[in-house]
């Protein structure tokens, strides 16, 4: 009997709203690190993460963009912290068509935490870098995966590499260009 698993990293960022001051440090670090060229600018509105406040109660939850989704969710919790009741919009991650949050300002292409990935040199997210009072800290743990998971990531890898394989030999602009017109078909 073989054993079809192997180890992979979970890389998470936690956030402790207790400890965050608003100072939005995540905000304009995560923006800088993706301008183009990089630290060229800083524009919160590019940022991967984002500070919500509640100034009369003092309290600031900063939450990274997720996934991208092409509908408004159903989704109409509503949270009470502390007293106060918010909206489920209001801690979302997802870029979406019901708001503006986590999309490229002049494109309007989803942005998405990447955790610095494309910064090998970083040993942790510069979001968790810049906070000066630990309200993000970075976590690595492994987990077992199985040979599907496996695959997917092979996958995965292999349309990544084939994306800028084409970006390489066409820029970037053509081919976000043509990957926007399929997505409308």
Do not use: W
Request: charged share 30%; aromatic share 8%; proline share 5%.
């Amino acid at each position: 009997m073989t054993d079809d698993r192997t180890k992979k990293i979970i890389r998470q960022i936690k956030v402790d709203i207790n400890k965050c001051s608003g100072c939005r440090s995540c905000e304009m670090a995560c923006s800088a690190l993706h301008a183009d060229p990089k630290y060229s600018s800083i524009n919160p509105a590019r940022s991967r993460i984002r500070v919500y406040m509640d100034e009369i109660r003092d309290l600031y939850v900063p939450v990274r963009g997720g996934a991208y989704t092409r509908t408004e969710c159903e989704g109409r919790s509503r949270y009470t912290l502390d007293g106060k009741e918010y909206p489920e919009c209001s801690f979302c991650q997802a870029s979406c068509p019901s708001r503006n949050h986590f999309k490229e300002p002049y494109s309007g292409f989803p942005l998405k935490c990447d955790m610095c990935a494309n910064d090998p040199s970083l040993s942790e997210p510069l979001c968790v870098q810049v906070c000066q009072f630990d309200a993000l800290t970075y976590e690595e743990k492994s987990e077992e995966m199985m040979a599907d998971e496996t695959r997917q990531n092979n996958d995965l890898k292999t349309l990544v590499l084939a994306c800028e394989s084409l970006v390489k030999k066409h820029g970037e602009k053509k081919v976000m260009k043509a990957f926007l017109q399929l997505s409308k078909h």
